[in-house]
């Protein structure tokens, strides 16, 4: 490590493009966390060789400086010497690579929090499908509850966004919460219902009905309602937020604990809506007729361009042209392609989550996506796509490929529904021709669900699937770990070296749990065994206990992670999961201070393993020994199973 950690920090601003390429700035225990502006500014070649840098990491939006324990001193050197803000204080929420970049990076951000409790719902919703199927209906009491329990989460949709919106765009959440409460209030879509005033665009494509305004501005909602939105429910919570910040910086302190949200509301709401309903709406119409007029001309090319296109539209809200046109052609002629093309779409991305479950080889993506894949074959996508696909950018792209390709499908057998019936599995009913004359759909539908779920599979199979949570990391050794039987301690040498300290030093464990290879963590740094030998624990019992006498040099302030000096000098770094800083603290109790003395066995943090599992983090436990470089080599424990206090590796000088 650099002494001089000015010099340090002056060079890693630089070849990370200088400060006006910093958006802001934080650090866990062994990372400098930038957000970059453009991150091709960075020369990450030179970093990574740079005296003083451990190596370079660039993942989830983050541009991540690996430094090791005297990580805290090198980000104050950073602050002290620039004018960069620290803990992301910066008010700069300017882009970052191309746009389609920030909205990959602002979707996985906005989601990643609730994808367990989505992923349930989902399956929720497909066990309500199942007994609907057996008879139940909605008069039973049961189905009523259980149906809610599922189908509530993805109704208020925008609640969940607003949460963690309002995370990302720095405002207060219970505004927040307001914002989407006044576009989900449930009366709010009768004004659609009221006498018409006037019509806009008369004999467009557009053609509008008002049926009321706001002061004279006509008020158009999307046909559906913002329920289940996504995009209308970022858009308001973005608008929101520049309100609360230009009003909290201009209020005096006296008033502004009231007055900030109640100007953000009242501005931010109409706002909201009469851009966005307008927007949408006409939107949805153009599609719509886009589309029938593709349709007239050739059915199969129409099939290609909606089944590609069809969960991007989702995405965006741009659908609701394409429902009541296929509702319609239903009710008229007692069919519609419209549903043939866009049903199968869901096995195209269940076929890339079952890719994905093969080829991963993050035990985080493999275990949360098992309840993606089960949501997917009951026609409930949300999880799949913004959990994983649409992060991952590639398995999303042929998601819609799949798409095209059942779609094309669809156009050349001329398959048709002929009822709205379920989605996923759940849709084969639709294709039964209730006369009797057309059973080739049904047989034709069923091949197609074949081949979406194999388009998405083959060609997720045959590309190279990213890691969502962290990047490769290029180390000169990717295992430089020994894993050695030392569990017979009569072979620790009592000795010591010419500066009065033993040989070796045991050290026992931590905690308690499942030992594994340091080279199986599911983090790249850490496995690469680039901030020292060690080993990996997965905690079954939530404390963390001191192994030996020691000092506490560093424990963070969120509580993850801690960082010990024992009587012989080893610097033994314990860090409590993967990616938790982000919980800022959350089901975390420190119970030690830095500089403070411990002896083997004492507490030093509590912590909450379920709360980390269900907010979608690993559990996981590196130990390591950040001064490797002191030793010629760290023997590790052999056993799977350790209790807190056995035998877990050895310094050996």
């Keep these: 490590m650099a002494k001089n950690y000015d010099e340090l920090a002056k060079d890693i601003v630089a070849h990370v493009g200088g400060e006006e390429n910093v958006r802001d700035l934080r650090h866990c225990i062994t990372r400098l966390r930038f957000r970059l502006k453009d991150e091709s500014k960075a020369d ?24 090791g324990n005297h990580v805290p001193d090198v980000y104050n050197a950073v602050i002290n010497n620039s004018d960069i803000g620290g803990e992301a204080s910066t008010e700069d929420d300017g882009p970052k690579g191309n746009l389609f970049d920030q909205f990959i990076d602002l979707m996985s951000g906005l989601f990643q929090p609730f994808l367990g409790p989505m992923s349930a719902a989902g399956i929720l919703k497909g066990v309500v499908a199942i007994l609907g199927a057996l008879g139940m209906t909605e008069a039973n009491g049961a189905y009523a509850l259980l149906n809610a329990a599922g189908d509530g989460f993805f109704q208020f949709l925008p609640f969940m966004i607003a949460l963690t919106a309002a995370k990302r ?41 008002i049926t009321s305004t706001f002061f004279g501005i006509p008020i158009i909602l999307p046909p559906g309602g913002y329920y289940s939105t996504v995009i209308p429910a970022i858009f308001a919570i973005f608008i929101a937020s520049r309100f609360e910040k230009w009003f909290a910086k201009r209020l005096p302190d006296t008033i502004k604990t009231f007055f900030t949200p109640f100007f953000t509301l009242l501005l931010s709401v109409p706002l909201s809506m009469l851009v966005f309903g307008p927007v949408a709406t006409w939107l949805s119409d153009l599609i719509g007729a886009a589309f029938i007029a593709l349709n007239g001309f050739s059915p199969i090319l129409f099939g290609v361009v909606l ?3 069809w969960q991007v539209l989702v995405l965006f809200g741009l659908h609701w042209g394409l429902v009541p046109i296929m509702i319609l052609q239903v009710a008229q002629s007692g069919m519609s392609n419209i549903g043939a ?15 994905i479950y093969f080829k991963t080889k993050e035990a985080k993506v493999k275990q ?45 057998t001329g398959t048709m529904m002929y009822n709205m019936a379920g989605l996923g599995v759940f849709s084969i009913p639709a294709y039964i021709d209730p006369s009797g004359v057309d059973t080739r759909s049904l047989w034709m539908y069923l091949i197609n669900i074949a081949v979406a779920l194999l388009s998405g599979f083959v060609l997720t199979m045959f590309t190279k699937v990213p890691k969502l949570y962290e990047d490769e990391v290029d180390v000169a050794t990717t295992n430089g770990v020994a894993l050695n039987d030392t569990s017979n301690t009569s072979l620790i040498d009592e000795t010591t070296t010419d500066d009065g300290l033993a040989a070796q030093e045991i050290i026992a464990s931590p905690i308690t749990g499942q030992a594994m290879p340091l080279s199986e963590a599911p983090d790249e740094v850490f496995a690469s065994g680039a901030m020292g030998k060690g080993i990996a624990v997965e ?72 709360l980390i599992k269900e907010a979608g983090y690993e559990t996981v436990t590196p130990i390591v020994v950040t001064n490797t470089g002191n030793y010629s080599d760290v023997l590790v424990t052999n056993d799977p199973e350790i209790q807190q206090g056995d035998y877990l590796f050895t310094t050996v000088k």
């Design 341 to 355: 093309v866009i049903n199968a779409v869901s096995f195209a991305q269940m076929g890339v989550m079952i890719a």
């Design 368 to 412: 949360l996506s098992v309840p993606a894949i089960i949501s997917a074959a009951f026609g409930v996508t949300e999880p799949a796509i913004y959990g994983f696909s649409l992060p991952m950018r590639t398995p999303f792209i042929i998601s819609c490929i799949g798409g095209g390709i059942q779609g094309a499908f669809i156009g050349i």
């Design 307 to 309: 089944g590609a296109a």
């Design 44 to 67: 990450t070649e030179y970093l990574k060789k740079r005296d003083g840098v451990v190596t370079v990491v660039q993942s989830g939006g983050q541009y991540q400086v690996v430094i």
């Design 169 to 209: 765009f720095k405002m207060n959440q219970f505004t927040a919460m307001a914002v989407i409460g006044a576009m989900l209030y449930p009366t709010l879509t009768n004004l659609a219902e009221l006498p018409v005033l006037y019509t806009l665009f008369e004999g467009t494509v557009i053609e509008s009905q």
């Design 539 to 610: 905690p079954t019992e939530g404390v963390v206990y001191a192994p030996v006498n020691a000092t506490v040099t560093t424990i963070f302030p969120t509580g993850h992670a801690i960082g010990l000096t024992t009587e012989n000098g080893a610097e033994i770094l314990i860090h409590i999961g993967l990616d938790t800083v982000n919980l800022d603290g959350k089901g975390f109790e420190k119970l030690v201070e830095n500089n403070q003395q411990v002896e083997a066995g004492q507490e030093l943090v509590r912590f909450d393993i379920d």
